[in-house]
């Protein structure tokens, strides 16, 4: 079992930087893969960020150069660092984790681009 909780989402201009946390309720290590999605209203839920625990990070094109994802593993936390904010940014960001062929997900964190 895996248990995902974000933070750090709110109201930003564009433009404007915010980092989102997600606290993992074990070792980072042996999870297969961790990720971070968004859910904008009206649409699908789709990838931002993934880390494979033997690969590299992929980013979708839309955040490339803009958003980072890392991880503390002391702190069983992993971020998501996004700068330069669009308006098509706003969205419910989630935190995901793959372990055992499970998903996980946790409940989500708001991020608003408005001016």
């Known amino acids: 079992q895996v248990q995902l909780v974000e933070s750090g989402g709110g109201l930003v201009q564009p433009g404007e930087s915010l980092r989102l946390s997600c606290a993992v309720s074990?070792?980072?290590?042996?999870?297969?893969?961790m990720g971070w999605y968004r859910q904008a209203p009206g649409k699908q839920r789709e990838m931002v960020a993934m880390s494979k625990r033997y690969g590299s990070r992929i980013y979708a094109d839309s955040v490339k150069g803009r958003f980072t994802m890392s991880r503390d593993n002391v702190k069983n936390t992993v971020y998501l660092e996004m700068n330069s904010l669009k308006f098509e940014d706003t969205a419910v960001y989630f935190c995901?984790?793959?372990?055992?062929?499970?998903?996980?997900w946790g409940q989500g964190t708001q991020v608003t681009v408005s001016s």
């Open positions: 074990r070792s980072l290590f042996g999870i297969e893969t």
């Open positions: 995901y984790a793959e372990l055992q062929q499970t998903n996980y």
